[in-house]
């Protein structure tokens, strides 16, 4: 037997990491190609068995809720990727339909104002969490639990847990209407994406959220700053939150003040279903984009089905948590 045939890998084993290599992919492209390999298989599978998948309307929906959950996504990114978690992102939404509402019960001449308040309230939430994380050294999971019953308990008080005022009709063809089938809040989320991903494989705040998330200690003997960075992460994180809850909004078309509650978790699965790591410093917006459309095209199965909604929740919360396990399992693999 020669030195090559001796060198061929066991049949069967690592087959993630081989047709990486053999595309010559780098780590950044492994992280996100293992979910973009998953949902074209799950794809492939549900053109034979759940047609009805394919309807131009479910794909509208299926879209739109990509874009909702991939801007939450998108901010759970920068946070993770700081060594970081952020669990307000929920109400952060919440807050925002309620400010929209609001504003607009009577008429939309406030439109633009009540978005810029949005927008300026996700910032300051974001800004509250970073500052509870960077200079108190308060944990990620507490400070970010803590604001959400903080927002969550001052929506119900001032509405007095009474769903109140409209959604503006200018505000609704943000998500149903679109150019074909493609609704404009997906645009949106593609061009937010777009400057993430430029922002962190091209921009000098990328490679320092990179360095802050590997090694704070290290980032620091670099002249970086820390306490700028994460806060920073925050702040962009409660924006986009609160641009998703903007859209959410314009999408349902009613007042929901509990709405957004799914989004904490499904947004940080939907990241580590995209190779975004708990421990900071690594994975990606394309990673975690596609890490959203695959959970998300798994979730729309279960409500195509014939369950019922309560055990479509319970079914639900058991998709996200196998596909998550697995996930984790095969990025192991195909990192070996």
């Known amino acids: 037997m020669n030195v090559s045939e001796h060198s061929q890998p066991t049949p069967g084993r690592e087959p993630l990491s081989r047709l990486a290599n053999r595309l010559h992919l780098g780590p950044r492209a492994r992280s996100y190609g293992v979910p973009l390999l998953a949902f074209a298989v799950v794809a492939t599978v549900l053109a034979v068995l759940v047609p009805d998948f394919y309807r131009p309307s479910n794909l509208h929906v299926l879209m739109q809720e990509c874009a909702t ?11 993770l990727l700081v060594g970081g978690i952020d669990l307000s992102v929920g109400a952060v939404m919440n807050a925002s339909l309620i400010i929209i509402a609001l504003m607009n019960q009577h008429n939309d001449h ?59 009709a200018s505000l609704r063809p943000v998500a149903l209407s679109g150019v074909g089938i493609v609704p404009y809040s997906l645009l ?8 993430v991903v430029f922002a962190l494989r091209r921009g000098t705040f990328g490679r320092k959220i990179y360095a802050v998330g590997r090694s704070p200690e290290v980032a620091k003997r670099a002249a970086i700053s820390t306490t700028n960075v994460r806060v920073a ?14 859209i959410l909004s314009a999408y349902v078309g009613y007042v929901d003040p509990t709405i957004g509650g799914n989004y904490n978790l499904e947004s940080i699965a939907a990241a580590v279903l995209g190779g975004v790591a708990f421990t900071g410093g690594e994975g990606g917006a394309v990673g975690a984009l596609a890490g959203t459309l695959f959970l998300l095209a798994l979730l729309n199965v279960v409500t195509l089905s014939s369950l019922n909604p309560y055990t479509q929740l319970i079914v639900q919360g058991v998709v996200m948590l196998v596909a998550v396990s697995v996930f984790q399992v095969l990025k192991k693999t195909s990192a070996i």
């Open 110 to 168: 406030l439109l633009f104002a009540s978005i810029a308040a949005c927008l300026g309230l996700g910032a300051a939430i974001g800004l509250t969490n970073g500052l509870f994380v960077s200079l108190r050294d308060v944990p990620p999971f507490a400070a970010t639990l803590g604001m959400t019953a903080v927002v969550q308990g001052g929506i119900l008080v001032y509405t007095k847990g009474v769903p109140a005022g409209n959604i503006p």
């Open 188 to 195: 949106i989320c593609l061009g937010i994406a777009a400057a």
């Open 69 to 79: 959950l991939g801007l939450v996504t998108l901010g759970q990114l920068l946070v």
């Open 233 to 246: 992460a925050y702040v962009m994180c409660g924006v986009l939150a609160a641009l998703a809850g903007i």
